[in-house]
DNA sequence: CTTATTATCTCGTTAGGCGAGATACTCGGT
DNA sequence: ACCGAGTATCTCGCCTAACGAGATAATAAG
């Protein structure tokens, strides 16, 4: 296993140091509010959810968040306690809990993510179609090569 | 705080997926080999370290890390039990602990990571110099502005 | 040579997450 | 209508990563 040193590298490094700012960005929002990681990561999911106009039960929840039965149980406890999300059962199905975001939760999450999307969206209208075509292209590329590695 | 639909928003989610699934592939790089995340975010770091020629410290490893004194140590104790790190005593400053990767842990986190980026490095060859250049002015701004966000 | 600083480690506690199992509800077959 | 299988969530007990406070040891400054 050598050591790549091409000039292609320093994408590769680039791509880290995005991946771990994004990570520490997430993880400041988090202790700032008084939360922990996976809080911030579910709520993501349930605004993500909410946006697409569908419902997130707690199953699905800890589903998407690698978390077993009990974690999730435990996690939704924190985001109910700190009154970011609230318990609904389905009349239709009474077993199921469909987990609503407060709105207060989700113009928390805005104030913190919304002028890093609005500032990713100015960068890439500073380049034309066909860079923006590539950076698209070299996303999905690097998302299904993680996907994929054993 | 509306709810952007733009066409550049398609690109702001690619640069999420992508983010999560390289995550997903420590995490999986991590529980395949019976480590933590933290310990994996630590043994990249003193795989860099290492390849820049220099020298890393238990002390240092921490604050990259973003861990206390405490945890610094516990963590060094796991990678060195699981016998991927040693200890080594700095002879000219005998408090400092220089943390040495041993051999067979750095082909480890090749054999995980190395495809992955010879396939990142293949997808940059199929981009001339203007879309690599955009792509990496991208990579760029977007790892500033989330270390800049408050 | 005494005091401050730096580097690491020890001890005790907190809390997120897991495994196992309990509970509650739905649905298909008879 | 009933019984068992399947599904969704929750409770309990445990483990352990990480924290805070403080101990220990070595270097550096006055």
Chains 1, 2 share one sequence.
Do not use: C, K
């Not at 996690?75 to 109910?80: A, F, K, Q």
């Not at 306690?81 to 987990?99: K, S």
């Not at 890439?124 to 950076?135: K, M, N, S, T």
């Amino acid at each position: 296993m050598p050591n790549p040193q091409g000039p292609e590298m320093e994408v590769v490094h680039l791509l880290r140091a995005a991946t771990v700012e994004l990570a520490l960005h997430s993880a400041r929002f988090a202790s700032r509010n008084g939360m922990h990681p996976t809080d911030v990561r579910a709520l993501i999911a349930l605004m993500d959810v909410s946006r697409a106009g569908e419902e997130m039960t707690a199953g699905r929840l800890g589903t998407a968040l690698g978390l077993n039965s009990a974690g999730t149980t435990a996690l939704v406890d924190r985001l109910e306690r700190a009154g970011h999300v609230r318990r609904v059962r389905d009349p239709r199905d009474r077993r199921r809990v469909v987990i609503e975001v407060d709105e207060r939760a989700v113009g928390l999450g805005w104030s913190s993510f919304g002028p890093l999307i609005q500032r990713t969206v100015e960068l890439l209208q500073g380049y034309d179609e066909r860079e923006v075509a590539a950076i698209r292209g070299f996303l999905a590329g690097v998302r299904d090569a993680a996907a994929a590695g054993g």
